[in-house]
């Protein structure tokens, strides 16, 4: 189970590491279900964000696996092409989301934008770490 209290570690961990970066992010956390736990918008951070960290939460949990893997297998010939138009366009194809596991079972997800893919997926990992 993913706790309001295991968000709050998790995004206040991607914040510290968005800090040291630099990069202001939106940082959303999912339970097992993919839905919204907690949201974080660091200020300054883009608005055209927020969707995006939340759906790559979801992304995340609905799948299993990291955005930045799901997108390397989503390419042209790749096994899931075209994914990212599947549930409606909720499928984010971007580095930043990585499933949140306990006990080695998924509970969750974070989901990270405002930056480059590899400065999400780095405060994702941070995140994640924390869990």
């Known amino acids: 189970m993913m706790t309001l209290a295991d ?16 990069q202001p992010m939106n940082i959303a956390v999912a ?12 200020d300054n951070a883009w608005m055209g964000s927020i969707d995006i960290s939340i759906n790559k939460a979801w992304t995340a949990r609905a799948f299993d696996i990291a955005t930045k893997d799901l997108a390397q297998h989503s390419q042209s010939g790749g096994q899931f092409f075209g994914i990212h138009v599947s549930n409606h366009g909720r499928v984010m194809i971007f580095a930043g989301g990585i499933p949140l596991k306990r006990d080695g079972k998924v ?4 989901g990270v934008s405002g930056g480059s893919g590899d400065q999400d997926h780095a405060v994702a990992e941070a995140g994640a770490a924390a869990f």
């Open 107 to 110: 509970v969750g997800a974070i």
């Open 31 to 42: 339970d097992q279900g993919g839905n919204l736990v907690a949201h974080a918008r660091m």
């Open 7 to 22: 968000a709050k570690r998790v995004i206040a961990a991607a914040e510290k590491k968005a800090q040291e970066i630099g």
